[in-house]
């Protein structure tokens, strides 16, 4: 964080008013209004690091959704502020929101208050859909198969897309909507030898990795 932004930042939490306000802050449940600009990103920050480390923020303006997320993303370097809205271009995948809110302790999740009103998998199911897969663990190559197909990945010559999953001998290409890049899983009968992330584009491997967690194709599961 830069000196400027830090200097920022103990000017505003050392003042009388912001200290009033945040003294009124300290239910779990906060309805702020008549808070303008960038001040709404320094009051979740504050609230953040002093009263909550879980905080799901609620706004009805795209905009201003992707400015929160953005000054946030610059005041708090401890938790990046993960986007829910499928009508933002640059949204964090639904997949990816659900595998860090069952897992984290800490988040700050930016909702969009129409997204509200969808219907989403029951917790318990989603959490039973993650799969972890490990170099050099056992996992049934076929059970895989059975598992995308019927969790809705599309079975396609090549992955091309969110949700497409291949198969080609031992090896299965597939990309989950939590994953920034698709995965190349090589089998040797049912022990995973190789985890790999691959360029769409070129199909070519680019890093090994160790593990894997592939959440649940939601853009085409039924809802619940």
Not at 81 to 109: G, M, Q, R
Not at 117 to 144: A, C, G, P, V
Not at 209 to 217: A, E, P
């Amino acid at each position: 964080m830069s000196e400027s932004i830090q200097q920022i930042k103990s000017k505003i939490f050392s003042s009388e008013k912001f200290s009033q306000l945040i003294n009124s802050l300290r239910e779990n449940n906060v309805f702020l209004s008549g808070v303008n600009g960038s001040l709404k990103s320094f009051i979740l920050d504050h609230y953040y690091k002093k009263l909550s480390k879980k905080i799901f923020f609620i706004s009805y303006d795209n905009d201003r959704i992707i400015k929160l997320k953005d000054d946030l993303d610059l005041l708090n370097e401890e938790v990046s502020a993960s986007v829910y809205s499928s009508k933002l271009s640059d949204s964090e995948s639904v997949s990816k929101i659900l595998i860090d809110l069952s897992e984290s302790e800490t988040f700050i999740v930016i909702a969009n208050a129409s997204e509200l009103e969808n219907k989403i998998i029951s917790k318990d199911k989603f959490r039973q859909s993650i799969i972890e897969l490990k170099k050099n663990d056992t996992y049934s190559f076929d059970e895989l198969i059975i598992t995308l197909n019927k969790y809705n990945f599309n079975r396609q010559d090549f992955v091309d897309a969110e949700g497409d999953y291949s198969v080609r001998g031992g090896i299965i290409d597939l990309f989950a909507e939590n994953l920034d890049s698709p995965v190349r899983i090589e089998f040797f009968g049912d022990t995973i030898e190789s985890i790999r992330e691959f360029d769409i584009n070129s199909q070519r491997s680019v890093k090994e990795i160790q593990s894997v967690k592939i959440g649940i194709n939601l853009s085409s599961e039924e809802e619940e």
